[in-house]
């Protein structure tokens, strides 16, 4: 390894200690950057996330669909994402309502609704 003294005013050449500063600053993001953003695994996909849930089904009846279910983190502040999650084709709310659970332990507001019939065509869900 190559030292070299600077004197004031200069700027540094290629190969000089600033360059090397900047590779490990470079490597030690990196090993960070991963670290902090594993890949998800089985198990931690299985876990519920840090927040607790909280669910409200009260909702004022509308014609575009039967009946909701209003999941989100109780214990979050007032600002988070929000989801709509309708039901497949012959299916109702109960067969997805785990999602608003999930969802919602992880930050996000999520509303499980039922289709007014369970035949309804995609475009009318």
Do not use: C
């Amino acid at each position: 390894m190559q030292t070299v003294i600077q004197k004031s005013g200069q700027n540094p050449r290629p190969g000089t200690a600033q360059k090397l500063i900047q590779a490990v600053l470079i490597a030690v993001i990196a090993t960070l950057g991963t670290a902090l953003h594993a890949q998800p695994t089985l198990e931690s996909l299985a876990n519920p996330g840090p927040y607790q849930v909280a669910y409200y089904n009260q909702l004022p009846g509308v014609e575009e669909y039967s009946g909701a279910t209003l999941y989100f983190p109780a214990n979050r502040g007032t600002d988070f994402g929000g989801v709509a999650i309708a039901p497949g084709f012959t299916e109702s709310q109960e067969n997805i309502e785990w999602w608003g659970r999930k969802l919602a332990s992880y930050g996000f507001a999520v509303l499980v609704l039922d289709t007014n019939n369970p035949r309804d065509d995609p475009q009318m869900r």
